[in-house]
């Protein structure tokens, strides 16, 4: 979309590391609002020490989105 009409109904699952995924929750929500997501899920068998979780935002088409530098470092509710 252009003009900065929001989009709606970006969805990610998102696996990995904690580490992993507090910055990937830091790049998303620099980008957008979160709408909702799951909590984190181990993994199991070879990938024990990894997560998944899932999230749905709310983005706005914009070519620059600047980052806050007191970005929270996790998404809220999103701890293992």
Request: aromatic letters at 4%.
């Amino acid at each position: 979309m252009t003009g900065g009409n929001p989009l709606t109904g970006l969805e990610v699952w998102l696996i990995g590391t904690p580490a992993e995924l507090d910055a990937a929750a830091r790049a998303l929500t620099s980008i957008g609002h979160v709408l909702h997501h799951t909590g984190r899920t181990a993994l199991a068998d070879n990938d024990t020490g990894r997560y998944s979780t899932y999230a749905w935002l709310h983005v706005t088409a914009t070519a620059d989105h600047p980052v806050p530098a007191n970005r929270p470092a996790t998404l809220p509710n999103l701890t293992a």
